[in-house]
């Protein structure tokens, strides 16, 4: 079964940077994606890997500033985040996929970690 383990959340102040891992065993042959949740708010798409890690995606708001990665050897998702801001806080959800292939949907996605917190505040 597939486990997911995310980590690497804290607080930072604006324009600062974090990392978030995720552990990702037996995902060799899954998209993956991170998704964050902020309070009040819906979960959205932060940015999408396929399988091999040769096709991202992101959501408009992080292009530029986020960057998500996948070691295939090692079978770990990472996000690195720089030029945070206060609306990047939010819990920071590591997912995954029964495809090859992106999707838009936190329903398309069928593996979830348990979250990292992500603070940005001054």
């Known amino acids: 079964q597939l486990q997911l383990v995310e980590s690497g959340g804290g607080l930072v102040q604006p324009g600062g940077s974090l990392r978030l891992s995720c552990a990702a065993s037996?995902?060799?042959?899954?998209?993956m994606a991170w998704f964050r949740q902020a309070p009040g708010m819906e979960r959205e798409r932060v940015a999408c890997v396929n399988s091999d890690g040769r096709y991202t995606d992101y959501v408009d708001s992080v292009k530029g500033r986020f960057t998500i990665s996948k070691d295939i050897t090692k079978d770990m998702l990472y996000l690195q985040m720089d030029s945070l801001k206060p609306e990047d806080t939010g819990v920071y959800y590591c997912a995954a996929r029964r495809s090859t292939w992106c999707a838009a949907k936190s329903s398309d996605f069928h593996f979830w970690g348990q979250g990292t917190q992500v603070t940005v505040s001054s």
């Open positions: 037996g995902s060799r042959f899954n998209a």
